[in-house]
């Protein structure tokens, strides 16, 4: 069956992000395709130092936990990425996964390739577009499929749970996380894919 | 059959920017997919004025001949726009028409969604990464698919015809616009 991946970039196992990435989660099995939600709560990712060891190890060769979420990658056709938004940007934990993940991707069977996915801001008042913006160079220079949805990929709340608040961009993520199911199967030649 | 319109945003008929779209055209067309190249050089595109009419007539108000372009995309499956840099971000008219196009689809039937593309920024030095990201926003609210490259879609040129000493930004677009062909193959090629 086919799978996407979710990552929720929280330090907070059940904060904002977390909960926008599980209903994303929902509609995506509603359709019929797995999905699994991996959380940064209990993990630490280090940044990229250029070693360039991956162009032949073909993963990571930093052993903080990456390489697992690198292998349900090569296994998976979707990949959306939530991160909470720090100072304007990415929480930094974020970006260091994608700069690693696109790295060992480039240098070994690009495995990134053709898969379908996207980025979600979340934060309390500003910050989500460049937020997106960033992390949205990690999917276009991996030649992935990014479809958009009603709205862009940004959720409003501050306190664990104020996201539901914002009907607006719940039902922009939800349309978003429908759009990359029904892509995946239209992909693999699924008949019941919805518009 | 299916088709892709691409605007060259640029003044020049001839420029960079008109020279990248041909090549894209020319790669669509290879996957057996038809593409028009629609150039800015010989129109002045207004901007919206928020008369808010689009909601009832389907078509904006302004009569510039963006209109020719709304229908043409009504009838297509994918949309590439090109644009040159202008002091770090994408050409007025670029943006303008980006603005009036998404206007009118969110206004009447929604056209645009489902619809294959994403934007290609020409320039000599500087600027490419921030005009690509003001494009994308058209494309993300309006329910497009834009598929990557293997790098971002940013081509380096000044003098016309100087984008083909860049090999990496002149093979990246061609792969963008295989994949956008490729795609709408996949997608919407058993119904056309």
């Keep these: 069956m086919a799978k996407v991946l979710l990552i929720s970039g929280s330090p907070k196992a059940e904060g904002n992000t977390a909960q926008v990435m599980n209903e994303c989660a929902r509609v995506i099995r509603e359709q019929g395709v797995e999905a699994e939600v991996i959380s940064f709560s209990e993990m630490k990712i280090e940044s990229c130092t250029a070693c360039g060891k991956c162009s032949e190890s073909k993963e990571c060769s930093l052993q903080d936990g990456l390489n697992d979420i690198i292998k349900k990658l090569r296994a998976s056709q979707g990949f959306i990425v939530g991160s909470p938004v720090y100072f304007g940007t990415a929480r930094g934990d974020v970006m260091a996964a994608l700069q690693r993940i696109g790295y060992v991707s480039k240098k070994s069977d690009q495995f990134l390739a053709g898969m ?75 008949k019941t894919a919805g518009a």
């Design 116 to 190: 379908v996915g996207g980025a979600v801001a979340v934060a309390r008042r500003g910050g989500h577009t460049f937020t997106l913006q960033e992390m949205l160079m990690f999917f276009l220079i991996n030649d992935m499929i990014v479809p958009g949805s009603t709205y862009w990929n940004m959720v409003f709340g501050r306190f664990p749970g104020e996201v539901w608040q914002d009907k607006e961009g719940m039902e922009t993520a939800r349309h978003f996380a429908l759009n990359v199911a029904n892509l995946i199967k239209k992909l693999q030649g699924d």
